[in-house]
């Protein structure tokens, strides 16, 4: 985690401009049933091998594995899964790293700007410090990974959903400002507050069944 607080969030002033983020982009299988069996057996036998006997090294593979083999190899396996299984929580928990990893920049705008309007306890759940820039932002959500093989996977999918709620509140609150003057980026960061708050509440109700254990 970066020392440096001499960027403040007045500083992130604005988006940057980029073409869509992985976040952003959709992915499809051609053999629904046979993608659903795979996506099943791999989210198990990974998440139950490595909480079972954890491993720095292997959970530091785990935590970087987009890094080193991108996202399209999990893709292929979980991204058709429904929102409310093991698959699709690993899958919704994979994209938000990439989301925050693709534009840094942005998503501590976002944080910040929704950390001024959210009130309750998403702020205090997700664990970002004060301020949230950049580095910050990028070393929680490999936090908040981590803990799924390391920690109660249901409190690293309530944090999941926690920052997802605060980073959809800010984008909210930002297309507000561009309503009128740039109504397409208002429209894009409308369109990422509301799958956002829907990624917020798929992480929710996942977290719940896993606490019933019926996430499966």
């Not at 070393?139 to 996977?153: C, K, M, Q, S, Y």
């Not at 999941?160 to 429209?187: H, I, K």
Request: charged content about 25%; aromatic content about 6%.
């Amino acid at each position: 985690m970066s020392d440096d607080r001499s960027e403040t969030p007045r500083e992130y002033h604005r988006p940057v401009q980029r073409p869509a983020s992985t976040f952003d982009r959709r992915y499809g299988s051609t053999d629904p049933a046979e993608v659903s069996r795979a996506a099943h057996a791999t989210a198990f036998a990974l998440l139950t091998r490595v909480r079972d006997e954890p491993s720095d090294e292997v959970v530091d593979r785990l935590v970087t594995l987009t890094d080193t083999h991108g996202i399209d190899t999990l893709a292929e396996l979980w991204s058709h899964s429904p929102a409310s299984s093991l698959p699709g929580a690993l899958w919704r928990l994979y994209l938000l790293q990439l989301m925050v990893r693709d534009d840094a920049r942005t998503a501590a705008l976002l944080y910040e700007r929704g950390r001024t309007v959210r009130h309750g306890v998403d702020i205090v759940v997700a664990g970002a410090p004060t301020p949230a820039g950049p580095e910050e932002l990028m070393a929680l959500v490999d936090e908040i990974l981590r803990g799924v093989f390391t920690g109660d996977f249901a409190v690293a999918l309530e944090r999941a959903a926690s920052f997802c709620r605060v980073e959809a509140a800010g984008a909210a609150d930002l297309a507000d400002d561009y309503d009128a003057a740039e109504p397409d980026r208002a429209a894009a960061l409308t369109t990422r507050a509301l799958r956002l708050d829907t990624y917020a509440g798929e992480l929710t109700t996942c977290a719940g069944l896993w606490r019933r254990h019926s996430l499966t």
